[in-house]
């Protein structure tokens, strides 16, 4: 039992550790023919972004003591034109990417590439050639795909892919909204949260029975960090904000009545203008 969930676990995080693999194959075709074989079996000819990608490429391809070698995804169409990768059009081209002397265009349209992997000092690295010329596909399969990432973007390497999750989620393959701590009705209030949920980019707004006066924010919305936009709202009856206000909770009961009466008759009128000033006022200083 504890071996087969060890075994699930280990072979989930081996899966998920690998990144995109190098193949080709042992038959020659022209650069055209090589990318058609590449798509058709794998993603595409190899697209390399970096020198320790070139050097694993190489270290992962069997070495030919002479011509034909690879065909790799680089290519331009004219002579002026800048090379260009493959899937992404990016043109990342290292300092010590080209063998000595080259790009030379020999042929006068050599816009094609292959990478050289022997034993001498050319190894790894590329040389214009004709398109025309057959060599070995030198292909990549991709495992980042559609499903990979539920929230964010898939992003792979030769070893690893990861997802790059967009804000307000998580896990592995970002399946997870980010939940805000569950808010509960105010004692005396309502609260509605959009879509019936407490996660993130939802808005919860509270409101308060009649008689009573809400304190706070009437709308708090989840972050994407998991935290609520402000504190929960409480509900206060009136005459309890009242006397907290006053302060008179410590004198006679006929100062605090007529001290309330005269303030709530003002603040009946101003209840609308004034919710927002009383958003400020910290909840601690009316519970009393
Ligand atoms: C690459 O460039 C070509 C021509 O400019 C364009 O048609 C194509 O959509 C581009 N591909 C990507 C993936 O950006
Ligand atoms: C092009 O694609 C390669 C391989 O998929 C990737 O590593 C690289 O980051 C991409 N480059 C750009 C500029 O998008
Ligand atoms: C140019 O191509 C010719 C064959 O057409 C070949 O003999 C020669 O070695 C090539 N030169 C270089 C610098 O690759
Ligand atoms: C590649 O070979 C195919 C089939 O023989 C041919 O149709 C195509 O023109 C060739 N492409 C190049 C660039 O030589
Ligand atoms: C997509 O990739 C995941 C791993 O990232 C894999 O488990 C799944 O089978 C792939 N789906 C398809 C349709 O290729
Ligand atoms: C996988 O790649 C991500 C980003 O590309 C990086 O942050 C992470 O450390 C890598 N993990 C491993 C095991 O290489
Ligand atoms: C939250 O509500 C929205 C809108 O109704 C819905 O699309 C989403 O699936 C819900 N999220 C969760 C985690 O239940
Ligand atoms: C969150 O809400 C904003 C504004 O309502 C919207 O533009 C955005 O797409 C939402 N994000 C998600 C992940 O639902």
Known sequence: MTWSILFILGSLLTDSA????????????NWTQARQYCTTYYTDLVVIQNQRENDYLVSTLPEKNKSPYYWIGITKKTRTETWTWVGNNSTWIGNQSWAENEPN???S???????????????GKWNDEKCSFSKHPACYKAQCNETSCVRGKCQETIENTTCLCDPGSTGDRCETVVECPTLSHPDNGYLLCSGGNQTFNSTCLFECHIGFLLIGSSALTC???????????????????????????????LCCICLCWAKHRKRNKLAQVRQSEEAITPPSEVQG
């Not at 690998?18 to 075709?29: E, K």
């Not at 349209?109 to 190894?123: A, D, L, M």
Request: overall charge positive; some cysteine.
């Open 109 to 123: 349209t050599e816009f094609c590439v292959e990478i050289y992997v022997n034993k001498g000092r050319n190894r």
């Open 223 to 253: 972050a994407a960090t998991g935290d609520w936009s402000g504190p929960r709202p409480t509900c206060t009856s009136y005459k309890q904000a009242l006397m907290a206000l006053a302060g008179c909770g410590a004198f006679s009961t």
């Open 105 to 107: 265009n020999n042929h």
């Open 18 to 29: 690998l990144g995109w693999t190098y193949h080709y194959s042992n038959n020659t075709m």
